[in-house]
């Protein structure tokens, strides 16, 4: 069983507020990633980082920003949330490279009201 | 570039096959399929290297057609619990990430 974690799982917030979604993983791995689905939609990747202090953008353009100052903790942050940011927010790791499988956490439905 | 799925969406009886496709425009080289439930994450299948390997895992395949460009998943002799969404992802080497398809929605009925 996969140990990543991601809180909150539901977060329903006002036009305008900062919000930070956790991640952390407990396997040691290297490489995180965030991505973004709409319900029943494909997984677009908006972050990924290969270890502590690399942040790389993904495919999908996102106001959305990252850190990484510890190897297992990969906080996204919206600084100021959007009803556009209504969405699900699936955090995941892998070690590094493309052959590893990634382990996805149980994701934070985001509602922007 | 996203690869392309095929079929959309798949409604099965209990005990009938199926097959999923994941072609892409580029030359690939790795592929992956995850399963999603409703509700929950994307769960790891397999990984498909370049070199046409097939692979199993159960009552489920996959094969990878490195000049096609293409992969396709077998669900042998479904079982309720194969229903969800199956989402391949492609690496064309040179972007080094994932890009997924759009997904195929896969219902099996008793």
């Known amino acids: 069983e996969a140990d990543i974690y991601q809180t909150p799982r539901y977060l329903v917030i006002g036009t305008g507020k900062k919000i930070t979604l956790e991640c952390s993983q407990t396997?040691?791995?290297?490489?995180m990633y965030w991505y973004q689905q709409d319900p029943g939609m494909e997984l677009h990747l908006i972050h990924y980082s290969y270890g502590v202090n690399s942040t790389e953008k993904g495919d999908l353009s996102s106001e959305s920003t990252v850190s990484r100052i510890r190897t297992e903790h990969f906080p996204l942050t919206l600084e100021s949330a959007r009803p556009s940011h209504t969405s699900q927010y699936l955090c995941?790791?892998?070690?590094?490279?493309?052959?590893?499988?990634?382990?996805f956490g149980p994701g934070t439905r985001l509602t922007v009201t | 570039q996203q690869p392309v799925q095929s079929p959309q969406a798949v409604i099965l009886r209990e005990g009938e096959d199926a097959v999923i496709n994941c072609s892409s425009s580029k030359a690939l080289y790795s592929v992956h399929w995850y399963r999603q439930k409703h509700g929950e994450a994307p769960v790891f299948l397999m990984i498909l290297l370049k070199g046409g390997e097939q692979k199993g895992h159960d009552k489920i395949s996959a094969s990878f057609n490195e000049k096609k460009q293409q992969s396709s998943l077998y669900l042998t002799a479904s079982q309720l619990s194969y229903s969800g969404t199956y989402f391949c992802?492609?690496?064309?080497?040179?972007?080094?990430?994932?890009?997924f398809g759009s997904g195929t929605q896969l219902t099996v009925l008793p």
């Open positions: 992802g492609t690496d064309s080497g040179s972007a080094r990430q994932l890009t």
């Open positions: 995941a790791s892998s070690e590094l490279g493309t052959n590893y499988e990634q382990y």
């Open positions: 396997m040691g791995h290297d490489k």
